[in-house]
């Protein structure tokens, strides 16, 4: 499925990329600019970045079940991830609304 038409990626190029960076190191923090770099590509609209941030939720979930990693760990890091993701479309709706109101 396409998830970024201006850079024509795919989720399947996103999903390597960030099994690739899990391979490396399980545990570190992986958001939309460092799957982009990776790719040598760069956000250009960013209206993607939000399905990207899910794909990484989705795909790290996946990873670590298979992986069978321990609960406590697993919870812990995904929580941050969600409240990064949370934060991320705040500020989307936040600087909107800013726009919309000059």
Not at 47 to 71: L, Q, W
Request: with cysteine; glycine share 4%.
């Amino acid at each position: 499925m396409m998830v970024c038409s201006c850079n024509v990626i795919t989720d399947r190029d996103i999903r390597e990329v960030i099994i690739s960076f899990l391979d490396d190191d399980c545990w570190q923090l992986i958001v939309p600019g460092k799957v982009y770099h990776a790719m040598q590509k760069r956000g250009r609209c960013c209206g993607c970045f939000p399905n990207v941030v899910d794909i990484i939720v989705k795909t790290t979930e996946e990873y670590h079940a298979m992986r069978r990693s321990e609960g406590l760990e697993v919870v812990d890091f995904m929580e941050r991830l969600k409240r990064f993701h949370h934060e991320q479309k705040t500020a989307i709706i936040e600087r909107r609304q800013r726009i919309q109101a000059a």
